[in-house]
């Protein structure tokens, strides 16, 4: 049998047995590649949206066809062909930079799901290897086209041996996905809270600077009127004495 499908399977079936929830059994089987080809803003949204019925099971280009088999499986459902109008399913994939192209523009780093970057404003930016999903996010966003993404094997596929040696390297590999994507999944979930903490520090200061400036309108606008009194009482006085 497919030993992806039977690793993938088995992320799902552990995750089950963790008395996790449905969505996390099934963000357990996605890639953790964060690339959004679904359609959704990472796999654990996309996980959310399969459970509510929102989205199909066949969404996830990275995942590939044993994904799907995989997710089918974990759901008690039948399996769908891969919808390949979400993209084509690329080996495991990682960013590199071309240092010498490089102008520091820091848009790759705000792009990156997983902040895999190093690097900062008009500084030579670096992809950290073994943080890097294969998500192709930066591509588009570089303005010089200097980010290249180069094949990763973490693991050469599993030699015909016997049952118990297959048995054995497979539980390897299954191991090793998990660290993978349990460290994928954990950057992810630290980016988002980074990107929802810096929107509400900006919404606390734009309203902060809203109500200074309010606050700044109604003393000028008081400074204003007390101004115009003034000219007012001079100039009444001034007409009492040619009166
Ligand atoms: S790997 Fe990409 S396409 Fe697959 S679930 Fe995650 S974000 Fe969606
Ligand atoms: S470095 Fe690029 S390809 Fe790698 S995870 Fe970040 S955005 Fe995706
Ligand atoms: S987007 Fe391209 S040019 Fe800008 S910092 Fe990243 S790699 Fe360098």
Same mark, same amino acid.
């Given at each position: 049998?497919?030993?992806?499908?039977?690793?993938?399977? !088995?992320?799902?079936?552990?995750?089950k047995? &963790? $008395?996790?929830s449905?969505?996390?059994?099934?963000?357990?089987?996605?890639?953790?590649?964060q690339c959004?080809?679904?359609?959704?803003?990472?796999?654990?949204?996309?996980?959310?949206a399969? #459970?509510?019925?929102?989205?199909?099971?066949?969404?996830?280009?990275?995942? /590939?066809?044993? $994904?799907v088999?995989?997710?089918?499986?974990?759901?008690?459902?039948?399996?769908l062909?891969?919808n390949?109008?979400? !993209?084509?399913?690329? =080996?495991?994939?990682?960013?590199?930079?071309d240092?010498?192209?490089c102008? !520091?523009?820091?848009?790759?780093?705000?792009?990156?799901? #997983?902040?895999? @970057? *190093?690097?900062?404003s008009? *500084?030579?930016?670096?992809?950290?290897?073994? &943080?890097?999903? /294969?998500?192709d %996010?930066?591509?588009?966003?570089c303005? *010089?086209?200097?980010?290249?993404m %180069?094949?990763?094997? =973490?693991?050469?596929?599993?030699?015909?041996?016997?049952?118990?040696? @297959?048995?054995?390297? +497979?539980?390897?590999?299954?191991?090793?996905?998990?660290?993978?994507?349990d460290?994928?999944?954990?950057?992810?979930? @630290?980016?988002?809270?980074?990107?929802?903490?810096?929107?509400? &520090?900006?919404?606390? +200061? +734009?309203?902060?600077?809203?109500?200074? +400036?309010?606050?700044?309108?109604?003393?000028?606008?008081?400074?204003k009127?007390k101004i115009?009194?003034?000219?007012?009482?001079?100039?009444?006085?001034?007409?009492?004495?040619?009166?």
């Amino acid at each position: 049998m497919n030993e992806n499908y039977l690793i993938l399977l !088995g992320l799902g079936n552990d995750a089950k047995s &963790e $008395g996790k929830s449905l969505a996390e059994q099934i963000d357990a089987v996605l890639p953790q590649t964060q690339c959004t080809q679904c359609d959704f803003d990472g796999c654990k949204p996309y996980s959310e949206a399969i #459970v509510s019925g929102e989205a199909e099971i066949n969404q996830c280009p990275p995942g /590939g066809q044993d $994904g799907v088999d995989a997710l089918a499986e974990l759901l008690g459902r039948q399996t769908l062909k891969l919808n390949e109008t979400h !993209g084509e399913t690329k =080996p495991r994939r990682i960013a590199i930079v071309d240092e010498k192209a490089c102008i !520091g523009c820091t848009l790759c780093i705000k792009a990156c799901p #997983v902040d895999a @970057f *190093v690097g900062s404003s008009k *500084v030579m930016t670096q992809v950290i290897g073994k &943080e890097c999903t /294969g998500c192709d %996010l930066c591509l588009p966003v570089c303005p *010089v086209d200097c980010i290249d993404m %180069l094949e990763s094997k =973490p693991y050469e596929k599993i030699l015909q041996q016997d049952s118990a040696q @297959f048995n054995n390297a +497979l539980n390897q590999r299954q191991i090793l996905e998990r660290s993978i994507r349990d460290n994928s999944r954990e950057r992810y979930q @630290f980016h988002q809270a980074r990107l929802e903490r810096d929107k509400r &520090e900006r919404d606390e +200061l +734009l309203k902060s600077r809203t109500i200074a +400036l309010k606050e700044k309108m109604l003393k000028d606008k008081a400074q204003k009127e007390k101004i115009e009194a003034a000219i007012r009482r001079v100039k009444d006085s001034k007409k009492n004495e040619t009166n």
